[in-house]
């Protein structure tokens, strides 16, 4: 379907392929992997023809159609929701104009050849207009923007009053719609809640027929979803059969199998360059050492390429909190909207919270997750009920809007070195690497940076100080599956609370032993790891 063979390309002095190659074939399910900056992105916009390479070829089936979602959204405005995420399928809205052109001449009085001519036409653009789904097109708009969240009364609100976020939706939508051969998929599972990842999921594996490309920072939907994993890194690309744990195990065989090779090769080379060295100024081994010296030359020497450095964070060893951190007593928090008008969130919100408990908070889009967070950080208060500390909590909030708090005239390494002015360099730097700024990233100045970048920032920064207590809404977003890694086995190692909210599902898996889910305004708690959570509600959901 799509082939890139040959290829080569450089950002400057940084080449990032050489001779390089890579297919598509129809129906396949892959996944893009590769540490930052190894040039994922780029080979998204080699196939939509965004870039060229500098060598190499890249050939595409005829008439394949390529849907492609990327971070960058570009502008919207002056459409409604539904009206923006059909404005992608222009295309085939016209064929469906030109389909009742053609009806409507067909009822026309016109000779035998002519009305051959036409029928043929009208089968070639029916034949694709089915294929492309256009007989259900508005249908199915709806039906991806209900799976992403949106709720009906949202279709027809003009798209410049939803936030960036929500906008990422409405680009993911628009590209979903189309229903193309090939779907390219940036990171589609930012910016989506739990729910949504899930019918992502379920969409890709069943409603989807097209082959797929993505690149994601969540483990437990690349493992459901792809069947191949492609690694780019080291001015190459690596194939390799099956889900994402599956390469994790494969890369390391193959590197271990490598280093062998690599071992036995540097033996023989020694032995071969031991013997030429002593016997070089003898003439009776002069045919002997010229034939070694020969073979040399034409051995293709194994390179091994450099390991990824493995970085560990621990966090600053916290003060002693009392075992009782928090209790909750009939916690309520009612929103007064703009209109005079009251937007209840929940009501009777009771439970205490022990040290060392590590919880998510959970429930559907809206359920007041974030709220619930804000009032035990004290950002807002509640409207009902009250909340108490325990004895000696010092705790810390993260959230998406943390990095509003950074100066932006100080570089990376300052911001972090400003949370904790004691701590020595390299453990500075070793954090900062952890949350991906690496070499001169840590120079940066903070008002240069995205919005992704200043949001590692913040956590980083609190991550450093010596809290009992941490309060995270969404930690993981903006970090990849190494970085991930990296904060999931800091906070199995942290010997304080954690009360969370996050999306990633492998995250909560490996960390969580409570879970408070808000239902329908109410709290239901949990005791034990996530994966007991999901049977539990599960057994009690088949019960109702």
Known sequence: MIHLTSISKQHGTQVLFQDASLQILPGSRTGLVGPNGAGKTTIFRLIVGEEEADRGEISCAKRTVIGYFSQDVGEMAGRSVLAEVMSAAGEIVAMGEQMRVMEAQMAEPMCDAEMADLLARYGDIVEVF???????????????????????????????????????????????????????????????????????????????????????HDRDFMNRIVTRIIEVANRGITTYSGNYDFYLQEREIRRNQLLASYRRQQEMLAKEEEFIARFAARASHAAQVQSRVKKLEKIERIEVPPEQRSIRFEFPTPPRSGDDVLHLHELGKVWRLPDGGEKPVFSGLTG???RQQKIAVVGVNGAGKSTLLKIISGITEPTSGHLSL???????????????????????????????????????????????????????????????????????????????????????????????????????????????????????????????????????????????????????????
Not at 180 to 199: A, G, K, M, Q, R
Not at 427 to 455: H, M, P, T, Y
Not at 460 to 488: F, G, K, M, W, Y
């Open 352 to 354: 205490t919270i022990r």
């Open 130 to 216: 089915e294929h492309r789904g256009g007989y259900d097109l508005d249908a199915r708009a709806k039906a991806v923007l209900s799976g992403l969240g949106f709720a009906p009364d949202d279709f027809a609100r003009p798209v410049e009053h939803f936030s960036g976020g929500w906008k990422m939706r409405i680009a993911l939508a628009r590209i979903l719609t189309i229903n193309p051969d090939v779907l390219l998929l940036d990171e589609p599972t930012n910016h989506l809640d739990l729910e949504s990842i899930v019918w992502l999921e379920e969409w890709l594996a069943s409603d989807f027929k097209g082959a797929l490309l993505m690149t994601c």
């Open 390 to 544: 325990g004895a000696g909590v010092a705790g810390g909030y993260f959230s998406q809007h943390a990095m509003d708090g950074l100066h932006p005239r100080q570089t990376v390494f300052e911001a972090i070195q400003e949370a904790a002015p004691l701590e020595n360099i390299g453990v500075l730097r070793n954090l900062c690497a952890a949350f991906l700024f690496r070499g001169d990233d840590i120079d940066k100045r903070v008002g240069q940076l995205s919005g992704g970048e200043k949001s590692r920032v913040a956590l980083a920064r609190l991550l450093i100080q010596p809290l009992n207590l941490l309060v995270l809404d969404e930690p993981t977003n903006h970090l990849d599956i190494q970085s991930r890694e990296v904060l999931l086995e800091a906070l199995q190692k942290y010997d304080g609370t954690v009360i969370l909210v996050s999306h990633d599902r492998h995250f909560l898996r490996h960390l969580i032993n409570r879970v408070f889910e808000i239902d329908h305004g109410a709290m239901r708690i949990y005791d034990g790891h996530y994966d007991d959570y999901l049977r539990t509600s599960r057994q009690t959901d088949a019960t109702h």
